[in-house]
Antibody, heavy 119, light 107 residues
């Protein structure tokens, strides 16, 4: 069955860095876009980033451009989100999700990993 | 950026009721709207995509319609497991905005 498992969330100080990972199984990973979506405390869901089957195809929401970098390793069925210069407003639960039948329809989601940015 | 606005923000209903949620886009998004269900402590679950297509394995009690800027989502014959938060999301253009959610509570 399709599974996505995130890890790497933690408490970090403003200006700090964190690397999130998402490992997938149960489908042909290299055929699919994978996205990161976050949810701040009591907030609506927010799309952060997507990476295509071609790892050079990456998109970001404006608020994280220049600070976050998404990458993928098809050999390891995994994606990563390198988050630098973290801000308190980056606090939330970060989900990875599979795009199917098109990249921005998210049919399977991981359980989420929690990031808290606070001094 | 496109804004997605849901109404109502919360809704109280009883088992067996029919409920409808509205979602309005700030500009034309064609049919590119999805609906998700989220229960406390869980990831969202895709219910409907492209305005009206039921995701595989989802109960036919869920339905949706719309296009352009106005969309609706309906649950017929509410079951106890349906009490959750529902989100609309556009995928016409980045940043693929979500609505603020509609919390469906038991009356």
């Amino acid at each position: 069955q399709v599974q996505l498992v995130e890890s790497g969330g933690a408490l970090v100080k403003p200006g700090g860095s964190l690397r999130l990972s998402c490992v997938a199984s149960g489908f042909i990973f290299s055929d699919h876009y994978i996205s990161w979506i976050r949810q701040g405390p009591g907030q609506r869901l927010e799309w952060i980033s997507s990476i295509g089957d071609n790892p050079r195809t990456v998109f970001y929401t404006e608020s994280v451009k220049g600070r976050f970098t998404m990458s993928r390793d098809n050999a390891k069925n995994s994606v990563s989100l390198q988050m630098n210069n973290l801000r308190p407003e980056d606090t939330g639960v970060y989900y990875c999700a599979r795009g199917e039948p098109v990249p921005q329809i998210w049919d399977y989601w991981g359980q989420g990993t929690s990031v808290t940015v606070s001094s | 950026d496109i804004q997605m606005t849901q109404s109502p923000s919360s809704l109280s209903a009883s088992v067996g009721d029919n409920v409808t949620v509205a979602c309005q886009a700030s500009e034309d998004v064609s049919i590119y709207v999805n609906w998700y269900q989220q229960k406390p402590g869980s990831a969202p679950r895709l219910l409907i995509y492209d305005a009206s297509t039921l995701q595989t394995g989802v109960s036919s009690r869920f339905s949706a319609s719309g296009g352009g800027t106005d969309f609706t989502f309906t649950i017929r014959g509410l079951q106890p497991e349906d009490f959750a938060v529902y989100y609309c999301q556009e995928h016409n253009d980045m940043p693929f905005a979500f609505g603020q959610g509609t919390k469906l509570e038991i009356k």
